[in-house]
């Protein structure tokens, strides 16, 4: 249950941040590039089985430009990106994210507002953040600390 609730919150969040950084970094392409052949399924879905070209490491360490890059410049790739990134920060953190589309909206504008202010700071810093104004403590079991 609380991974359906994580999995749907990141969902909202990553919708609204892709479309909004879709246009953000649309302007960096200076020569149309072979378009990516359609994705079969719905962006509302969560797409965990599809076959990625990037690891958890690199999403994690790359900045807002890179992680647009890695890509492909597919807005379906990026969605997934930004929810991965959702997801881990989340379960890091020992949060729930709401599975509200107001909340979800809230969060992808303030992703869309700071990846406008740097396209190379790091898409999870801002991610994190984002995760961390919108989650609430998981009733689950506590972290251990380190």
């Known amino acids: 249950m609380i991974f359906r609730t994580l999995r749907t919150a990141a969902l909202s969040l990553a919708v609204v941040a892709t479309l909004a950084l879709s246009s953000t ?48 410049k597919d807005e379906a790739n ?8 959702a997801e881990i920060s989340a379960r890091n953190r020992n949060l729930t994210l709401p599975d509200n589309p107001v ?11 700071q990846a406008k202010l740097d396209h190379d700071q790091l898409l999870y810093a801002i991610v994190d953040k984002s995760v961390r104004m919108t ?12």
């Open 25 to 72: 970094c649309a302007y960096s392409q200076k020569a149309p590039a072979q378009k990516a052949p359609p994705s079969v399924s719905d962006m509302s879905v969560p797409d965990t089985d599809a076959p990625h070209n990037w690891t958890n490491d690199q999403i994690i360490t790359a900045t807002v430009h890179q992680a647009w890059i890695l890509s492909g």
């Open 78 to 85: 990026f969605f997934e990106i930004i929810k991965e990134l």
């Open 103 to 113: 909340a979800g909206r809230r969060a992808g504008a303030y992703i869309k507002a």
């Open 135 to 146: 989650g609430t403590k998981s009733a689950g079991t506590p972290r251990a600390a380190d």
